[in-house]
């Protein structure tokens, strides 16, 4: 399985981290991660509000679930939806919206 984590802060980190722990041991993705997220999988640079770029890195990764941690990204979930991606993200109430 590969993840893609989309942000930067440290809850990208922990939902990172708490992927990396599953046995199936998921290939994890971070954008655009940081120094902790770079200890899980591979950070690529690409900016948590840049929807075309973040569905582009989807494909080329082949990602089978996206995490999405930043709230910035919230006007892009359609392009990423479009692609058919599962979506795991913060919702408006403190509840995980897939």
Avoid: F
Wanted: charged content about 20%; aromatic content about 2%.
């Amino acid at each position: 399985m590969r993840i893609l984590v989309v942000g930067s802060g440290g809850r990208e980190h922990a939902l990172a981290w708490a992927c990396a722990r599953h046995e199936s041991a998921p290939e994890i993705v971070c954008a655009p991660g940081n120094a902790g997220t770079a200890e899980l999988g591979a950070n690529v640079p690409v900016a948590v509000t840049d929807g075309p770029a973040l569905a582009r890195l989807g494909r080329e990764r082949e990602a089978d679930l996206v995490i999405i941690g930043h709230g910035r990204i919230h006007g892009h979930l359609g392009r990423l939806r479009t692609n058919s991606y599962a979506i795991i993200r913060e919702a408006p109430c403190p509840v995980l919206s897939l």
